[in-house]
């Protein structure tokens, strides 16, 4: 692997390799806390040797490698400050914990450490909301900023969640196993929100210069299939596939040649994945015949498939979205669903209904420092001839955006209502 700038290659494959990195750590280590600072550890060392020695070929083995070194030297200096034999073991023996013992494998449908973390940190000890934290800090890539955002919340208060999490799973000495089937349905709900989270942060990037993070996508839609296969009865596991499935066909077709984003009215559906749609909607029905059909994540697939089946963004059936998203917010209440609901309506009923709907979201403190509450009233604004509120909104919109990519569509956007 050969690259003029090591900085940059040890980042990229720091991103693609990290969370694959602490699951085999954390499950050699059996602590979170101590797998997670070993794969920092490894990464400090990739960016002090790669600029002079070059980047190696297998850069995923270089880290492992270097991380598992660590491991060992740090087993061995609490061996001799402690004595703690029994607990420690032989250094020899630790190299080959790195690959499934036997006697788990034997009951290991997956042999996949990241499903395998995601369900020891959705373990029951910890509240739900550090289940999802915890796991996407860890797995999902997302900086503990995204993931605040991504809450709705304070960073410190994620912050705080995050390292109460790590605290209590060494406290109550979580295995890092995959739990029987019988154990499996009481975390299954942060699972899929976890899952969910990470292709959503890969489908809209919450910050940086890429719109879209496409390995975050592909590894989440992965889990997801993974786990339909674990759990085949479950209806919210198709749910969630065929949710990722169908947005997931629209990948090639929301950037443009030079990363400038293409919105979904915009884009050339001959680029929309035909396998990915027929996967998604083979998925949904198999959620409807395990009578799923109004789950959140049903539901959601339900909406996307709308889209999917319209050959011409002006086909769309956006009275049945409308429709959908009203059911949605029975079932799982959330002001951005309403805020989704507003797009939907100002499509089906004209954009003074959207409008009405979204100005009973202004005040709502989760939406506060929410870009896209502003960006949608804009957009509506702007169809209804109310050019300098809607510039005004755009702006607005703009400055509350992480993400570059997105920020210059929203001032481009601005400046077009200027020229009206």
Not at 174 to 197: D, H, N, S, T
Not at 317 to 345: F, G, H, K, M, T
Not at 379 to 397: C, N, T, V
Request: glycine residues 6%; aromatic residues 4%; proline residues 6%.
């Amino acid at each position: 692997m050969e690259t003029r700038d090591p900085h940059r290659a040890v980042e990229a494959v720091w991103r693609i390799e990290a969370p694959r990195l602490i699951a085999a750590l954390a499950r050699m280590l059996r602590d979170v806390g101590l797998a997670e600072e070993l794969a920092q550890d490894a990464l400090v060392a990739a960016l002090e040797h790669w600029p002079q020695q070059g980047v190696p070929d297998n850069p995923g083995a270089w880290l492992m490698t270097t991380a598992r070194r660590r491991a060992i030297d740090r087993r061995r200096h609490e061996r001799l400050a402690s004595e703690k034999l029994a607990t420690l073991g032989d250094a020899d023996e630790l190299l080959p914990m790195a690959e499934p013992d036997p006697s788990q494998v034997a009951d290991d449908t997956i042999g996949d450490d990241l499903l395998r973390l995601i369900f020891t940190a959705c373990h029951p000890v910890l509240p739900r909301e550090a289940q999802v934290a915890l796991t996407l800090r860890l797995l999902g890539g997302l900086s503990t900023d995204e993931i605040a955002r991504a809450f709705l919340q304070p960073e410190p208060t994620v912050a705080q969640r995050i390292v109460r999490a790590k605290r209590a799973l060494a406290t109550a000495q979580v295995a890092f196993e995959l739990p029987p089937p019988a154990q499996r349905g009481e975390r299954l709900e942060a699972v899929l929100g976890v899952i969910y989270l990470i292709f959503n942060e890969g489908y809209a990037a919450t910050a940086g210069a890429d719109w879209m993070r496409p390995a975050l996508c592909e590894e989440a839609l992965r889990l997801g299939r993974v786990l339909a296969g674990l759990m085949p009865r479950e209806p919210e596991v198709h749910g969630l596939v065929a949710l990722m499935e169908l947005q997931a066909s629209r990948a090639s077709a929301r950037i443009a040649a030079d990363g400038t984003p293409i919105l979904l009215l915009e884009q050339d559906r001959a680029r929309w994945d035909t396998l990915l749609i027929r996967r998604g909607l083979a998925a949904l029905e198999q959620a409807r015949r395990l009578g799923g059909e109004d789950g959140s994540y049903a539901l959601q697939a339900a909406i996307a498939a709308c889209h999917a089946r319209a050959r011409r963004g002006e086909d769309t059936d956006w009275a049945r979205i409308a429709a959908l998203y009203a059911r949605l917010a029975e079932v799982a209440p959330s002001p951005v669903i309403e805020l989704n609901r507003a797009v939907a309506l100002g499509m089906a009923q004209g954009p003074a209904a959207g409008l009405a709907l979204v100005d009973t979201l202004r005040e709502e403190p989760r939406l506060r420092q929410y870009h896209l509450l502003p960006a949608v009233r804009a957009d509506l604004l702007h169809k209804l001839g109310r050019a300098p509120e809607a510039r005004a909104e755009f702006e607005r919109a703009a400055a509350l955006t992480r993400n570059e990519r997105e920020r210059s569509l929203l001032l481009a956007r601005a400046a077009a209502c200027r020229e009206r």
